[in-house]
């Protein structure tokens, strides 16, 4: 189990600062949502964790050791790009045998039966890999890597609905049977909601959330009713997220669900219900 | 097996391929001298095999980077590793190669009048000079293949142009420079090359596989700057 250390990382590409001192702890054996609008430093962000670009302060340390050209710990990660790294004249079986090589707990059958799941030709060279098979092979390989932590950068680029259903069942089934850390940066967020333990959520490089979804989900509601109603039950309230349509309001009120007022909400007529996450970081990242 | 030869098994791997192509053809082409000799009236000579060696190993010095070092970040590689790894690759291709014509070289000449690079240089060849001077010569090829692509891999726009630019700017300093010292620099260069590579005095190609082994390690050690902070680029 390792966990990640981020100590006052910043990162600048020329005078664009994309990530601005970052500090946080990721615990082992968890799945993280990381989560930030185009340009958050998402990306950045897991570039840095697998010392693919440097920092320019700061670090990321994992079991006390930094990342830095660090062997042993660069081995314990296996780093879903969303771009393809791999070389596109080989073939996927040939990718499988070489990762096998590179990660000694690679599973090749666990490999071949998620590339029959998927559909996926391993006779196939990756450059004729359409995008959704090109996501799915590297998702294969992520998984049957075995690595203690695996991240993932956007793993469903490309796939239809089936198949993200199905790789979402298989990471929580890998998971469930070997449990890591994982890390998925997506835009989804919706999808992947029901696969997540905790949240990272960045805005313009700076972390503004890291939290475990039950928590932060806990920490509002969602009050939706006739529009003058709501305006007066959110008076002195803080707020966020306001949708209309027609005379029906919706707001995601910030306050914890066990301080909502039931009585209040009767008297004007107000429906509560769960917040949705997707809503929640469209009002936290705006 | 640890990582660095991991990395240079993969290397080997990208190479043999090419490596396979490259010897069919210099197998054909021998052939057909062969063949051309025994039909010929007249004594058919043939020699320089190893000029073309030279313009692969350093393509495969060019090629050896990026594609290898893109896959190798995709299993979180260490670019220390990967440096050693792909080094050890590269001289295990020149061994491997410099072999392979010293072997085809004996063939050769003891059917045809063939001479090597080795022999037209230095006048006589032993199999021994031979196999280590080409030895040599392939190694520094296959090095200055690589170091030529790290810089292109690491330059941008007006980098890309200054190593363009450079090499071609300081042949015209160095004509320049020769005319006004009457051709005292172009002397002074050839001197030190044939010093160095053994063609003065004694002429020995030991003299010359030693040059070349340490112009190929300065090589070797000047790509590990650009490589100890290369990012993974698309």
Redesign the interface.
């Known amino acids: 189990m390792k966990t990640i250390e981020v100590k006052e990382l910043t990162k600048y590409y020329k005078t664009n600062k994309a990530l601005d001192c970052l500090n946080f702890t990721i615990e082992p054996g968890k799945i993280y949502g990381l989560l930030g609008r185009n340009g958050a430093g998402k990306t950045t962000l897991l570039n840095l964790m697998t010392g693919r670009i440097f920092p320019t302060e700061g670090e990321i340390r994992i079991d006390g050791e930094n990342v830095h050209e660090n062997d042993k710990v660069l081995g314990s990660i296996f780093y879903m790009t969303e771009k393809n790294l791999y070389p596109v004249e080989e073939r996927v079986k040939n990718i499988f045998k070489w990762s096998r090589r590179f990660y000694p707990k690679f599973d090749m059958e666990y490999a071949r039966d998620l590339a029959d799941k998927f559909g996926l030709d391993t006779n196939k060279k990756v450059k004729n890999l359409s995008t959704g098979y090109t996501s799915i092979f590297k998702a294969v390989t992520a998984l049957a890597s075995n690595a203690d932590i695996m991240l993932f950068d956007e793993p469903v680029l490309g796939l239809d609905a089936n198949h993200r259903d199905m790789l979402y069942k298989e990471l929580l089934a890998n998971y469930a049977q070997n449990p890591r850390t994982i890390i998925i940066s997506t835009h989804l967020i919706e999808e992947v909601a029901r696969v997540l333990e905790e949240v990272i959520i960045i805005k313009e490089g700076k972390l503004i959330v890291k939290s475990p979804v039950e928590e932060l989900l806990a920490c509002s509601y969602t009050a939706t009713g006739e529009a003058s109603k709501i305006d007066k039950y959110i008076e002195g309230r803080k707020y966020t997220g306001i949708e209309q349509t027609g005379n029906l309001k919706s707001v995601i009120v910030l306050e914890d669900i066990k301080e909502r007022n039931t009585g209040l909400a009767k008297e004007l007529g107000i429906d509560f219900s769960k917040t949705e996450l997707q809503k929640l970081f469209i009002s936290l990242t705006n | 097996?640890g990582?660095t030869l991991?990395v240079t098994?993969?290397q080997l791997y990208?190479f043999y391929k090419a490596v396979l192509v490259f010897y069919i053809i210099i197998l054909m082409v021998s052939l057909g001298t062969i063949a051309l000799a025994v039909k010929a009236t007249e004594e058919v000579s043939f020699g320089g095999l190893g000029t073309a060696t030279i313009i692969f190993i350093s393509i495969a010095g060019m090629d050896c980077f990026k594609?290898g070092f893109?896959?190798m970040?995709?299993?979180?590689?260490?670019?220390?590793?990967f440096y050693y790894g792909n080094l050890i690759a590269l001289v295990v291709l020149a061994a491997f190669m410099a072999l392979a014509d010293t072997a085809l070289s004996a063939i050769l000449s003891s059917v045809i009048r063939y001479q090597s690079l080795t022999g037209q240089l230095y006048g006589f060849s032993n199999y021994t000079a031979e196999y280590l001077w080409s030895f040599g010569l392939y190694t520094l090829a296959a090095c200055m293949g690589w170091f030529i692509s790290m810089l292109y891999y690491r330059a941008d726009g007006v980098m890309k142009m200054v190593v363009f630019i450079t090499p071609l700017a300081a042949g015209i300093m160095f004509a320049f420079i020769d005319r006004q010292t009457g051709g005292q620099l172009g002397r002074t260069v050839i001197g030190f090359i044939g010093r160095a590579m053994g063609l003065t005095g004694g002429r020995s190609p030991f003299i010359g596989f030693l040059s070349l082994l340490i112009a190929a390690a300065v090589l070797a050690v000047l790509c590990y700057i650009p490589i100890r902070?290369a990012?993974?680029k698309?």
């Open positions: 097996m990582t991991k098994k993969y990208s594609t893109k896959f970040m995709a299993n979180n590689v260490s670019r220390r590793r902070r990012p993974v698309e």
